[in-house]
């Protein structure tokens, strides 16, 4: 079956630092997101990204935030300059049509020290 | 506003019984809704979802049921075994599958034994 994947699953940076996470998506998908869950606390939508532009964006997706599909099987996030707050799960996902529902990937923790 | 809440932050279940997981939304423009399933250290994982137009779907020892006027949805897990054991979590999607999910706040599921 099919599925989302992300690389890496862990990542410890210090604050300040850049940072990409990546995602492959499911091969026939056209719609990607990433969402984030802060520890114990609820999944938040981040951004949606659709033929090859940002659909959608949330308040926490700032300046800092940077999304891109650079080939055709990868969809990355990158945080230019990482702050404390950013520490969380993050996880991608994707779907093939309108009508479909969302998968996740199984997500990338990120602890900024 | 846009807002999905739960009535019930845990649960716990005994082995072989139905469980039954509560979830209220606030924004009557939703017109999808799903449930996902996360197990510890996972991403979400896609259960059921139905869309505005039911207000009953079932699948295999999971049922949903929406209701509209009250805006109150709830999964029924039958006969409910160990691997059950996760957060749920209800969302919601307006317009269309394509568009941001929002999460509520999740209801951790324990099976006694």
């Known amino acids: 079956e099919p599925e989302v994947t992300q690389t890496p699953s862990h990542q410890v940076t210090q604050m300040g630092q850049e940072v990409i996470l990546r995602c492959v998506p499911i091969?026939?998908?056209?719609?990607f997101y990433w969402y984030r869950q802060i520890l114990g606390q609820k999944v938040e939508f981040l951004v949606s990204?659709?033929?090859?532009?940002?659909?959608?964006k949330s308040e926490i997706f700032d300046d800092q935030f940077s999304v891109e599909r650079p080939d055709g099987s990868n969809f990355t996030l990158k945080i230019r300059s990482t702050k404390l707050e950013d520490s969380a799960m993050y996880f991608c996902?994707?779907?093939?049509?309108?009508?479909?529902?969302?998968?996740f990937g199984p997500g990338t923790r990120l602890l900024v020290l | 506003g846009e807002s999905v809440g739960l009535h019930l932050p845990t649960l716990s279940v005994q082995e072989g019984d139905n469980s039954i997981i509560n979830c209220a939304y606030s924004?009557?423009?939703?017109?999808?809704f799903i449930w996902y399933k996360q197990e510890s250290g996972k991403g979400p994982q896609f259960i059921i979802d139905?869309?505005?137009?039911?207000d009953k779907r079932q699948g295999q020892r999971v049922t949903v049921l929406l209701n509209k006027t009250v805006k109150h949805l709830s999964l029924q897990i039958a006969a409910t075994q160990p691997g059950d054991s996760a957060v749920y979590f209800c969302?919601?999607?307006?317009?269309?599958?394509?568009?941001?999910?929002?999460f509520g706040s999740g209801t951790r599921l324990s099976i006694r034994p």
């Open positions: 990204f659709y033929n090859n532009e940002i659909s959608e």
């Open positions: 139905i869309r505005s137009n039911m």
């Open positions: 969302a919601e999607n307006i317009h269309s599958s394509a568009s941001k999910i929002i």
């Open positions: 996902a994707s779907t093939g049509t309108e009508q479909e529902t969302q998968y």
């Open positions: 091969s026939n998908h056209l719609y």
């Open positions: 924004n009557s423009a939703s017109d999808y």
